[in-house]
């Protein structure tokens, strides 16, 4: 395969800066995709205080790109960053990405939200155009880049460097879509006779999302089922039947783990090191994290556990639901996670209520996440949908077995019990009830209670690959599919 030139343009990418999946995508795709020989650039907005925040260093270039943006012309200096070989071109513009959220203050979005990314996108497509080699491949992510393969296609296809590029648009989660009202597409001069029921107008608002399911050479999402069930009424978000217009350019590509940074055998958080084969340093984690928890130190008690922001996408109701009862039968329970605040109300109640059965930790903390996913028995997921999902990947790198909800990439990556035994690398349950929920967990449990079959299904886990590597083969495939 020849070796192209790739851009990302993204609106977040770890360890720069991060609110969920999209991020890790892509800061972990592009390294992927440079070990197997192909050169990537990957283009962010400048989040000054992030960036310091995760002790990111930098250099200005001695380069600034002019814009015009809702009648103000704009100097939009730009920087890099290296990150283990990876190179990032960071665009300034401090009024609008130097701000505490990404997208808007805690549960909220800011309002000038399609001002900041229609600049973004512009200023990098045009970034894209000066790297001095002609791009092959442009990849965008989500509603924040959606209209980059449309402003490609009508204001910049005379670039020559990336006159002849195609464009990837990625959906991490079809319910986010960038709608805002109508009045923006002069201000911002949008290509208005793309305005339209098959292009980017919805309901007599502007989709992004939309603009670059429309545009895009080719669509993916972030694991096969998600791709099937976004065309369909319960998943596609009122998008289905546009999408279904577009299927021929759309697939799903199961998102991968960097498996240096998430590893049991090397890491030096967690309280033992242990892997497939040699497990005794998961008991002692397990007790570990018992007493950091201040839970009762039992090695024979199946040791529930949740990582996860606390929304109804997540299932957490059902969760909540079934949590009294769990403990009743004995069972301990440790959560991390943040966000609806009645879900966290009620995880603090029944906390409190049973302090040695269970621990609830409010927000979130790396190195704890990583001693919950190494000391546990059993992960939940109760997702009501998932794209792909990556407390499920991480669990089962550290030898803690998903029960999930058999939808999007949890279906995808965790191979059920119930079907496929000599296989199984966990459980899954299909509709989304309390009590389909408490029959999943039962079943895991019984079985956690017959050893040589629970030390079969957890090795099988630690062993999955969950690397990029084969992800990124994947999207090599596609690219050059493209280009071919």
């Given at each position: 395969?020849a070796?192209l030139?790739?851009v990302?343009i993204?609106s977040?990418?770890?360890?720069l800066?991060k609110?969920?999946?999209?991020?890790?995508v892509?800061?972990?795709l592009?390294?992927?995709?440079?070990?197997?020989?192909?050169?990537v650039t990957?283009?962010?907005?400048?989040y000054?205080r992030?960036?310091?925040?995760n002790?990111i260093k930098?250099?200005?270039l001695?380069k600034?790109i002019?814009?015009?943006?809702?009648?103000?012309k704009r100097?939009c200096?730009?920087?890099?960053a290296?990150?283990d070989?990876?190179?990032?071109?960071?665009?300034?513009q401090d009024d609008?990405?130097?701000?505490?959220?990404l997208?808007?203050?805690?549960g909220g979005a800011y309002?000038?939200n399609?001002?900041r990314?229609?600049?973004?996108?512009?200023?990098a497509?045009?970034?894209?155009a000066?790297l001095?080699k002609?791009?092959?491949i442009l990849?965008c992510?989500d509603?924040?880049t959606?209209?980059?393969p449309?402003l490609?296609?009508t204001?910049?296809?005379h670039?020559?460097?990336i006159?002849?590029?195609?464009t990837?648009?990625t959906?991490h989660?079809l319910?986010y879509?960038?709608i805002?009202?109508?009045?923006w597409i002069h201000?911002?001069?949008m290509?208005?006779?793309?305005?339209?029921h098959?292009g980017?107008?919805f309901?007599?608002?502007?989709?992004c999302?939309k603009?670059?399911?429309?545009?895009?050479?080719a669509?993916?999402?972030?694991?096969?089922?998600?791709?099937?069930?976004?065309m369909?009424p319960?998943?596609g978000?009122?998008l289905?039947?546009?999408?279904?217009?577009?299927?021929?350019?759309l697939?799903?590509?199961v998102?991968?783990?960097?498996?240096?940074?998430w590893n049991?055998?090397t890491d030096l958080?967690?309280?033992?090191?242990?892997?497939a084969g040699k497990i005794?340093?998961?008991?002692?984690?397990k007790q570990a994290l018992?007493k950091?928890?201040?839970?009762?130190e039992?090695?024979?008690?199946p040791l529930?556990t949740?990582?996860?922001?606390?929304a109804d996408?997540k299932?957490?109701?059902?969760?909540?639901?079934?949590?009294?009862?769990?403990l009743e039968?004995?069972?301990?329970?440790a959560?991390l996670g943040?966000?609806?605040?009645?879900s966290?109300q009620?995880l603090?109640y029944?906390?409190g209520?049973?302090?040695?059965?269970m621990?609830?930790y409010?927000?979130?903390?790396?190195?704890?996440?990583r001693?919950?996913?190494?000391?546990?028995?059993?992960f939940l997921?109760p997702?009501?949908?998932e794209p792909?999902?990556?407390?499920?990947?991480?669990?089962?790198r550290?030898g803690?077995?998903?029960?999930?909800?058999a939808t999007?990439g949890?279906?995808?990556t965790?191979v059920?019990y119930g079907?496929?035994?000599s296989?199984?690398?966990?459980f899954h349950?299909?509709?989304?009830?309390p009590?389909a929920?408490?029959?999943?967990l039962?079943?895991?449990?019984s079985?956690y209670?017959t050893?040589?079959i629970?030390?079969r299904?957890r090795?099988?886990a630690?062993k999955r690959?969950s690397s990029w590597e084969?992800?990124?083969?994947?999207y090599?495939?596609l690219y050059?599919?493209?280009?071919d």
């Amino acid at each position: 395969m020849a070796k192209l030139n790739i851009v990302f343009i993204a609106s977040e990418a770890a360890p720069l800066a991060k609110t969920g999946g999209l991020a890790d995508v892509a800061g972990s795709l592009p390294h992927a995709l440079q070990k197997i020989d192909h050169q990537v650039t990957v283009i962010l907005p400048f989040y000054r205080r992030h960036l310091f925040a995760n002790n990111i260093k930098t250099r200005p270039l001695k380069k600034s790109i002019e814009m015009w943006a809702d009648g103000i012309k704009r100097q939009c200096p730009l920087h890099t960053a290296s990150v283990d070989g990876l190179r990032f071109i960071l665009i300034e513009q401090d009024d609008l990405y130097d701000r505490d959220g990404l997208y808007g203050p805690a549960g909220g979005a800011y309002d000038d939200n399609l001002l900041r990314f229609l600049l973004f996108d512009r200023v990098a497509l045009e970034v894209a155009a000066q790297l001095g080699k002609p791009v092959d491949i442009l990849h965008c992510h989500d509603w924040q880049t959606g209209m980059v393969p449309l402003l490609l296609k009508t204001q910049y296809q005379h670039h020559t460097g990336i006159a002849k590029a195609k464009t990837v648009y990625t959906i991490h989660n079809l319910a986010y879509q960038g709608i805002f009202p109508a009045d923006w597409i002069h201000r911002l001069g949008m290509p208005s006779h793309y305005f339209h029921h098959d292009g980017y107008e919805f309901h007599h608002q502007i989709n992004c999302m939309k603009g670059g399911i429309e545009s895009a050479d080719a669509i993916t999402t972030v694991s096969p089922s998600y791709a099937k069930e976004i065309m369909t009424p319960e998943y596609g978000c009122h998008l289905e039947g546009f999408l279904h217009n577009h299927a021929d350019r759309l697939s799903g590509i199961v998102n991968g783990l960097d498996i240096n940074h998430w590893n049991p055998q090397t890491d030096l958080v967690i309280a033992a090191q242990f892997g497939a084969g040699k497990i005794a340093g998961k008991k002692q984690c397990k007790q570990a994290l018992q007493k950091h928890c201040g839970l009762d130190e039992s090695a024979d008690t199946p040791l529930l556990t949740l990582i996860s922001r606390l929304a109804d996408q997540k299932g957490i109701d059902l969760l909540l639901a079934n949590a009294n009862t769990w403990l009743e039968r004995g069972y301990q329970l440790a959560v991390l996670g943040s966000g609806d605040a009645h879900s966290e109300q009620a995880l603090h109640y029944l906390a409190g209520r049973h302090p040695r059965q269970m621990h609830f930790y409010r927000g979130f903390n790396e190195d704890l996440a990583r001693q919950i996913y190494a000391g546990g028995d059993i992960f939940l997921m109760p997702s009501r949908f998932e794209p792909c999902g990556l407390g499920q990947l991480m669990a089962m790198r550290y030898g803690t077995v998903p029960v999930v909800r058999a939808t999007g990439g949890l279906r995808d990556t965790v191979v059920d019990y119930g079907s496929k035994k000599s296989r199984a690398t966990g459980f899954h349950f299909t509709d989304a009830t309390p009590e389909a929920f408490d029959a999943a967990l039962e079943q895991a449990v019984s079985v956690y209670k017959t050893p040589a079959i629970w030390s079969r299904i957890r090795n099988r886990a630690l062993k999955r690959n969950s690397s990029w590597e084969a992800s990124a083969e994947e999207y090599a495939s596609l690219y050059q599919s493209l280009l071919d």
